[in-house]
């Protein structure tokens, strides 16, 4: 003879949902804000000039034009930690006041890649972190790029990074 068996919904659902509170407590615990510092140098950049076309060598970019980039970068020891790729393009006319310009860029790291996107206007840069691959999978969070003062290079100045990432 068969017995039925019956378990009212609702223990149900409170046994599943005092899982979930546990399991979301213990993420809570273990998730953390992590600082990655690092160092941009050696840079190759390339102007995209596209048509009307700059008047100078010193003009600034107009609408269209853009520019690609790919730097060395460096941990806080001065060991090899990756490479930086970025692109950005300028939407419009700026004049002589310089203009802003539009970035999407990765850090190829040993763990994986960080993506961010930038809005470009002066040697202090802050942008947004919007993903990630590898160990760093939905990757979100903030960065910022700061020129040294006085440390030249051929290619511009070296940059110090420093890359939030956000629980």
């Given at each position: 003879m068969r017995r039925k068996i019956t378990i009212p919904a609702g223990s149900v659902i409170v046994a599943l949902g005092g899982a979930g509170i546990l399991a979301l407590a213990g993420q809570a615990q273990t998730n953390a804000t992590s600082t990655i510092k690092l160092v941009t140098k050696n840079c190759s950049r390339k102007l995209i000039d596209v048509p009307p076309r700059s008047r100078g060598r010193n003009s600034p970019p107009g609408a269209g034009d853009g520019t690609a980039a790919s730097c060395r970068v460096l941990d806080t020891a001065g060991r090899r930690a990756g490479v930086l790729d970025a692109a950005c393009v300028f939407p419009k006319d700026t004049g002589r006041?310089?203009?802003?310009?539009l970035?999407?860029?990765?850090?190829?790291?040993a763990g994986g890649d960080i993506h961010f996107v930038?809005?470009?206007?002066?040697?202090?840069?802050t942008g947004a972190v919007v993903g990630g691959t590898g160990s760093y999978v939905g990757a979100r969070g903030i960065f910022t790029s700061i020129e040294r003062p006085g440390d030249q290079e051929r290619n511009g100045s070296p940059k110090d990074d420093t890359i939030t990432l956000l629980p």
């Open positions: 006041g310089g203009a802003a310009g970035c999407d860029g990765a850090y190829a790291l930038v809005r470009v206007k002066s040697e202090r840069v």
